[in-house]
């Protein structure tokens, strides 16, 4: 049916269904009639997706033929040839997909056809039968199930349907004439709806806000009588709420403020009460100062006050204003000038003391540039120095001269940032200082020419001087050395003696074990071999230092002696973990017998070779020997190890030196070993001597006499 709206064209093509009915109201009146009339029915968008929920469909629509491909396609065909828009009556007809009866009526929004109300789902009497079997087997389906479900429809003559189908098609205009109503009608609903929902969310916020705030604040009526109070003015002055709504404001300040502030407070209020306007006062409470105002609105007819605690701004204000008091005084009281630069070298303020000397006066310069005030050579330097503090952020300080009231000043200028744009420059006049210096430098002058006098005696005191400070360093590096000798001592001391008297400990509890008693025996006759050779180490120091040490030469023969050690450090690396390190004796010589002292060139070899090991992490250590000039014989041992830096290489034979001691623990030691090396080496009236850089590895060479034996 056509009714009258208002709504254009391309706005009711936008109208669903579902903004003009109730689904549930539509889905309820649609069960009814289907219950009532024993019909199947269905509402659905005129392209033929469903709307409501079937209601009565039988078992041979829904799960047999709708289930087969063909079947399903058959059914939307004739859903679609039902749902065509018939102004005139409803569509009905045989269903495509299975000839029971069927018939469908149009829903319009005005003109627009927004919906169709679809029912069938039945059989007639002459039902052929046998077309249907055909039928089963043209969908594909089931013939037996088919059937069965085919006598499951229920039967009803085309003249009983055609009542229904009227009677659906009066239904469907009935709701096509309440369609524009109805809309108008929703849309109302849902507008108001949603007016509440912010009416609500405004007035939940105004709530939040109202408590949230950090100043207190109270509305009452235009008596005075309080309606509400948000949780801050209950914080600020410490009343529950329960005792302040209801309450008159008059009463409430006459009974909480002190004798000396509730007639003044009372006094205000009762202006405001009266509708005279007052202004924001100060009172103080409970040893806090709050700062009140209030506002009296007839049309709302309320009063409202705001409290605000100011007692930490009033101590703020109080402590600035003291500081700047101070800070001024500071300024009266100083000598100095004070400029304040931006970045480009433009005067922004001016400070002095009495008796400033300045080209102009302040406000003749302030707000002009560096440039346009002092002189040229001036003005260079200053700029300079604004970009270094500007750059580096460190305070500048320079010298110039400047000529004022016809007299030469000298000023001393320090610079340095004042907040990110501008620097602050505090000028001094060193006018009697620099006439002073003038005055000294002349005396100065005198006195030179008396010093030249004594300048021969002066020249043999330096010498002695500097011979004094040589023995003083020396005697300092030796102190230095000595305590760091008996630091690394005490610790190389520890270290074996605890080895020892922990595992001696074990060994008790350990008795009936083998294995472990056997190893704890092994470290403990490592570390006590480890203590003697630290206690060797000294002795040897001690006895090469005092003379004491003598030489005791015996012949033998130098591959033998090679090969002993050899045998000894293949072992010894295994017991450092080195054991990947290649160990390397070179010998391009037939064997050869020497003349010397067999245990202490062992002793130089052992040190040496040791050192390599310990700070070689890769690679090898070489030793051997050559034929050297003069009756001498070269000894070497190199490595591949972590070298040592060239300026380093002079101090590794002092005592007690360790260029490691502070990075690398695992390599730490008394600082002695080298420096036995050099004494046994001169002892045995030889020299040493070393080639090395860092990460490529060390070459210690030594040369000792060659006797009794033919030249290798």
Known sequence: MMQNHQLPDQQLQTIDFKDVFNIEDIQRLQDLFSDATGVASIITYPDGRPITSPSN??????NIIRKTKKGKLNCFKSDAELGRYNPGGPHVQPCLSGGLWDAGASITFGSFHIANWLIGQVRSPELDEERMIAYADEIGADKTEFMRALNEVPQMSQEQFKKIADMLFEFANELSSNTFHNYELKKQISETEELLAKLKRSEESLADIFNSVSEGIAHTTLSGKVISVNDSLVKITGIPKGKLIGKNILKIGA????????????RLLSQLIRGVKIDPFRVSY?????EVSATRNEESGKLTGVIRDITENQKTTDAMLEMQQRNMALLRANPDMMFVFDKNGYF??????????????????????ISDVLPEQITILTKNMLNK???????????????????VHYFESRLTLCGKSQALSIVRDITEKKIADTLIQAKNMEIQSHIREYEHINLELKQRNEELKIAKEKAEESDRLKTAFLQNLSHEIRTPLNAIMGFSGLLAENYNNKPKLERYAEIIGTRSNDLLDLINDILNIAKIESGQLTINPELFDLGDFFEELRTFFSEHKKRMNKDHIQLLFVNNHHHSNILTDKVKLRQVFINLIGNALKFTHSGFVEFGYEAADKGKIMFYVKDSGIGIPGSKQTL?????????QE????????????????GLTELLGGSISLESEPGKGSNFQFTIPFHNSERP
């Open 255 to 266: 009974s909480v403020l002190s004798p000396e502030n509730a007639p003044y407070v009372v």
């Open 663 to 678: 990075t690398d623990k695992a390599t730490s030691g008394t600082g002695l070993g080298l420096s036995i090396v050099k």
């Open 348 to 369: 922004l303020d001016f400070s002095s003391g009495v008796n400033a000397l300045t080209l102009l006066p302040p406000e003749q310069f302030i707000g002009k540039n």
């Open 389 to 407: 503090v500007f750059s580096t952020g460190e305070m500048q300080t320079y010298e110039y001269q400047l000529t004022l009231n016809n007299e």
């Open 286 to 290: 409970k040893g806090k100062i709050l």
């Open 57 to 62: 469909f039988c078992h041979l629509c829904q």
């Open 652 to 660: 590794v034979f002092n005592r007690f030196a360790q260029l490691n």
